[in-house]
């Protein structure tokens, strides 16, 4: 068991993407199996060859870019500089005040 991780480039069906790829794949029954791979393809650099048997297609989650999570943080950051602020002035007052 290998695992391979193909850059599927563009294509109007899933088919002609995996051929853009290098690979041809064919349904026996039910059974997904590598039926040609093309000679200096990407395919063939990761060692798949004909007659391999697909177990599992993996496609990554769809989520959300990491840099909205700057906004949250940014209000977060934003507090807690209003709470020193607040502080700072109370403090000052007493300061004053003695």
Known sequence: TKIV?????????????????GLTVATLGDKVT???VQFGSEAAKYGLAAGDEVLAVVIPAQRI????????????????????????RHQLKLAVAH
């Open 34 to 36: 590598v039926q040609i």
């Open 5 to 21: 991780r193909l850059t599927m480039k563009s294509g109007n069906t899933g088919a002609a993407r995996l051929r853009s790829a």
């Open 65 to 88: 870019d990491p840099y909205w999570m700057t906004i949250p943080a940014f209000f977060v950051l934003a507090g807690i500089y209003m709470l020193q602020l607040r502080r700072k």
